[in-house]
C-alpha cells in the first residue's frame, strides 16, 4: 500500500527547488523519469522506486482543493500548486516523501496534506522536536 502525499505550495516550484528537494530526500537515492518525464522517481540502491513525484499542477479554482481532498483540508487560498508525492511501502520512503514534501513548503510556503490530515512546516517541525 502507498503512502500519499499532496505538497499544496504556494509558489510554483523552480528547478532549485526541486533539486533541493531530492538533496534534502538523500545524496545516496538514484532519480529517474518515467512517464514522458511526467513523474520522477528516488530510487534505492536496487534501483527500485521509492518515492514518486508528479510534475507540479496550478490550481487556481478557489475551493477546488478542498473538493478533491475533503472539507478536513481547510481553505487553501489559490492559485495553488498541486504537487503529488507517492511512497512505496518500502522502509524508509515515507520519510523521504515526506522530507521531499517538507522542503518544498519551507521554500515556497504551503501545506502538506496526508490521509492523516493536513499539516504546515512548522506543525511538523513540532512534532519531530
Known sequence: MTYDLVALVDGRPSSDDVMAGLAAAGNELGVRAVSGGAVVQLC???????????????????????????????????????????????????????????????????????????RTSEAANEETH
Open 44 to 118: 534505492d540502491d536496487d534501483n527500485l522506486p521509492l518515492v514518486s513525484v508528479e510534475l507540479p499542477l496550478l490550481i487556481q479554482v478557489p475551493g477546488e482543493v478542498e473538493r478533491m481532498l475533503g472539507a478536513t483540508v481547510g481553505v487553501v487560498d489559490t492559485p495553488a500548486w498541486w504537487v503529488e508525492i507517492r511512497a512505496t511501502a518500502q522502509d524508509g520512503a515515507r520519510e523521504v516523501a515526506e522530507k521531499y514534501a517538507y522542503t518544498l513548503i519551507d521554500r515556497l510556503g504551503g501545506k502538506v496534506w496526508t490521509a492523516g490530515g493536513i
